[in-house]
């Protein structure tokens, strides 16, 4: 008699809170979440388009004194990764996590929730964008369109390696595992922020991913690997569904990363 398949856990992102001296658990919208004693290593852990916006020549202003900059574009919101030393800008509708928090993506089969990739205080659009119980534990799972954040990448050698193999984690652990063949991965290319920040992009993105459950598509990553100010590699990545009718334009994409620059104290401060 054949073995019948285990239910496919929800590929949604696993969430981690860092604080200084709790442990707990809480699920909430089909996201678990936990709260940690620390952060060692890398950042682990309906449709309507995105308002754009075009950054100023010059940028904003930083005080002479050291302060940081509001967003650089009119009406957007300003994301920081202090430890990481980057900060970014996304448009009103995106969501913003706190600065301590940590979102990442293991294999779907790991008990202990392994990260395969994360992003520190990541901006989501439309958290709950599809709403499924494909496992049917009588619970329903949300499913965000797509996130942007940032990490380290603690052990690479070059910019253009450590932007191809975080932008195809984040495909594959979000949308096509375990098979890996339906990846594209797309050569990478210099790119140059708005603030003279440069390094290497690289794109990646599925097709023809079997559609398991309501909420499943391709997926699509475009990550920016540079170095920050103390000359470590660091990346911002975008990762969000790929061939849906509401997906993020490249513009979007482009104009968001257009915004990546070095952090500054201040930064993002409302």
Known sequence: MAVPEPPRRPRSLITVAVVAASLAVVVACGVIGFRVLSDDGNDEAGPQPAPTGSPSPQGTARSTTGGGSGPLV?????????????????????????????????????????????????????????????????????????????????????????AEDTARTWVYGLYTQPDRSRLTVGEPEPFRTESGVEGSLVTVTSSGTPKKGKCDTDGKAVTFAFKNAKGAFVSWTYVGAHGVPDEVSDATIREILGTVRLFKEGDGQD
């Open 74 to 162: 009119a009406g957007w919101k300003t994301v920081t990764n202090a430890k990481r030393g980057i900060t970014f800008d996304v448009p009103a509708s995106w969501a913003r996590k706190s600065a301590d928090w940590v979102s990442y993506v293991a294999e779907d089969d790991d008990p202990e929730e392994k990260p395969l990739v994360g992003m520190m205080a990541p901006a989501v659009l439309k958290e709950k964008w599809c709403t499924s119980d494909d496992d049917k534990d009588g619970t329903a799972d949300n499913y965000a369109l797509a996130s942007t954040g940032t990490t380290g990448e603690q052990g690479s050698k070059s910019a253009a390696a450590a």
